[in-house]
Nanobody, 115 residues
Framework: QVQLVESGGGLVQAGGSLRLSCAAS????????MRWYRQAPREQRELVAT???????NYADSVKGRFTVSRDNAKNTVYLQMISLKPDETAVYYC?????????WGAGTQVTVSS
């Protein structure tokens, strides 16, 4: 099994920046890829960024050029750097790990962007 813990959320003004962290533990070696999702109130969960085991990244069109996903293998941590945040990006942000057994999810971290 894999355990994921997100952190780094908070309140930021529009145009501001945040860096989210997702610390993984457990069966790290089984992870094939990592993703960041977000879910705003009364909205469906939205895929924001993908990081493959090979290091390839992919982003939702709405965040390209503003969000960057990266990892620190020594710390078993994946990051989501977010700049130029917008009020409609207020959401709970989740990280997810893909393994051969299936997907594991963190509990999420709240990001609130004030206008």
């Amino acid at each position: 099994q894999v355990q994921l813990v997100e952190s780094g959320g908070g309140l930021v003004q529009a145009g501001g920046s945040l860096r989210l962290s997702c610390a993984a533990s457990g069966s790290i070696s089984t992870i094939n890829g990592m993703r960041w999702y977000r879910q705003a109130p009364r909205e469906q969960r939205e895929l924001v960024a993908t990081l493959t085991i090979g290091g390839s990244t992919n982003y939702a069109d709405s965040v390209k050029g503003r969000f960057t996903v990266s990892r620190d293998n020594a710390k078993n941590t994946v990051y989501l750097q977010m700049i130029s945040l917008k009020p409609d990006e207020t959401a709970v942000y989740y990280c997810a790990a893909q393994t051969e057994e299936g997907w594991y999810w963190g509990a999420g971290t709240q990001v609130t962007v004030s206008s």
